[in-house]
């Protein structure tokens, strides 16, 4: 659920403050250069603001699905050409920085104001994307009436906007602003107090911060508890069935067809839904949804995700000195190549995350697949030991309906998930195999272990290098 453009440029600003510190101010960026990357991002916003409803306006001109396609890829652009300049820019020149030598150094205000910008253009361009999907959703609706289905109202562009604007700051700004908020304060109250003390109590209040952060999260969502009903006794069901837990369900107030898992302990861990994915969904389809994010719990998939980040996030840093200096070799300036080398580094990384977590999308499919068809074989009394045709393909047609509801084309694309057309084609090659031992498990299985031989691998390098001298802490 998190917004990874969001996510982006939250890291480009403190990973960019984190130089800053460390090479002494040396390349912080000025209020002009702020300005510059500001009015950068306000560019691209006004250009979706004129070309986004061009392309709606003229495929509901030229009836044309193809032209629906290409607005929505050029929004797609839109943000990218947002993210990657503007954190770029924090990270080489410290954006952070830059607004402190105008504004002074505020406890999270600072951070606040450095990403204003980039996230303001974000919401422009996802008010400007709002007629392609209404578009789309037209569309979908004529099949859902000639398919004798329930309709939802679409929701309004200011509907749609600030359920974005909502999801934005509950994940991830808000959990990232209360830690950075966090950090800075036991600096500035614990500067003359011992180093141990300050890590410390520093560390203990970040777990703290972590471990509420879901509660805070699901009342900025504007979540309400859900604690009777059939649905909440069938969520009950597929949690005693799948080994996971949650410590309550609750009904989101979002305009679109959506369900999510919040929390990573079982006490302070929530299942989301939307009353569009209540209302619209049959019970086996409503199943298979359930079941998909159940399994993301049972799997750990949010664990090790981070953790395989991580791991090539840190091989990356070990290489990324050589590489720089390979550079330097090639007659790049040593400013120039350290930025390039930084910036193929994170080019690296982030493509490295997005495969792991279309990779992770699968495996919970395959795995709610798994639970809602061995419900369905249980009570007709066939094999339950194989995958059985039922499972894949109840949520195959969850996929679709999700798409329906909420207006969104199968083929298209997300970085995250990948489109709805390739899982359906990978669940459509399930049924029968072992239920326990179905090909994506093997990928997953050989993910987790290159994680952990890779981290093992660079502590061990890392160990020996402190020791020998070769790094210093």
């Given amino acids: ?53 061009a392309c709606a306006r003229t495929a509901a001109y030229r009836g044309s699905w193809r032209m629906l396609d290409r607005g929505l890829r050029l929004a797609q652009m839109l943000r990218w050409l947002v993210v990657i300049p503007f954190a770029g820019w924090c990270v080489t020149t410290d954006g952070v920085g830059a607004v402190e030598k105008f504004l002074g150094s505020w406890i999270g205000l600072d951070e606040a104001v450095a990403v204003a910008p980039a996230l303001l253009a974000l919401l422009a361009i996802a008010w400007a994307e709002h007629p392609l999907h209404d578009r789309m959703r037209q569309a ?30 509950a994940m991830p700004l808000l959990p990232v602003l209360l830690l950075v908020c966090w950090h800075e304060t036991v600096e500035v109250v614990l500067h003359n107090t011992h180093e141990w003390l300050v890590r410390t109590i520093d560390f203990g209040g970040t777990i703290a911060v972590i471990l509420i952060a879901p509660a805070i999260i699901v009342r900025v969502l504007g979540t309400k508890p859900l604690t009777s009903g059939e649905f909440r006794e069938r969520v009950d069901h597929l949690c005693q069935q799948m080994g996971a837990r949650v410590s309550g369900v609750r009904l989101w107030s979002n305009p679109s067809a959506n369900a999510a898992i919040l929390g990573l302990l079982p006490w302070a861990r929530y299942m989301l839904v939307t009353e569009p994915l209540l209302r619209g969904m049959p019970h086996h389809e409503l199943d298979a949804v359930v079941a998909h994010e159940l399994a993301h719990v049972r799997q750990h998939h949010v664990l090790w995700i981070v953790l395989s ?14 590489l720089t200096v390979g550079m330097m070799n090639l007659g790049f300036p ?3 190549a350290e930025i390039l080398s930084l910036t193929l580094v994170g080019a690296i990384a982030i493509l490295g995350f997005g495969s792991i977590s279309r990779l992770i999308e699968r495996h919970a499919d395959a795995k709610a697949a798994v639970a809602v068809g061995r419900d369905i074989a249980e009570k007709i009394g066939e094999d339950t030991t194989h995958m059985h045709p039922s499972g894949p393909a109840a949520m195959a047609a969850a996929l679709d309906r999700v798409c329906a509801l909420n207006g969104v084309h199968r083929k298209r694309w997300g970085f995250r998930h990948g489109s709805v057309a390739q899982r359906q084609r990978a669940l459509s090659k399930l049924p029968h195999f072992p239920a326990d031992r179905l090909p994506v498990d093997r990928k997953v299985r050989t993910l987790r272990w290159a994680t952990v031989l890779m981290l093992a691998g660079t502590g061990g390098l890392l160990a020996v290098g402190l020791r020998l001298g070769w790094f210093t802490w």
């Fill in 140 to 169: 979908m609706m004529v099949r859902q009436l000639d398919e004798g289905g329930h309709l939802e109202r679409p929701p309004t562009r200011l509907e749609a906007t600030l359920s974005r604007a909502r999801m934005m700051l």
């Fill in 334 to 336: 040593p400013g120039f």
């Fill in 309 to 322: 980040v991580l791991a090539i996030v840190v091989a990356l840093s070990f290489g990324q000195p050589a």
């Fill in 1 to 53: 659920m998190p917004s990874i453009y969001v996510l982006i440029i939250l890291v480009g600003a403190l990973l960019g403050r984190d130089l800053a510190e460390s090479r002494g101010d040396a390349m912080t960026g000025t209020p002009t250069q702020f300005a510059i990357a500001a009015g950068w991002t306000v560019l691209v916003a006004i250009v979706a603001l004129v070309a986004l409803p």
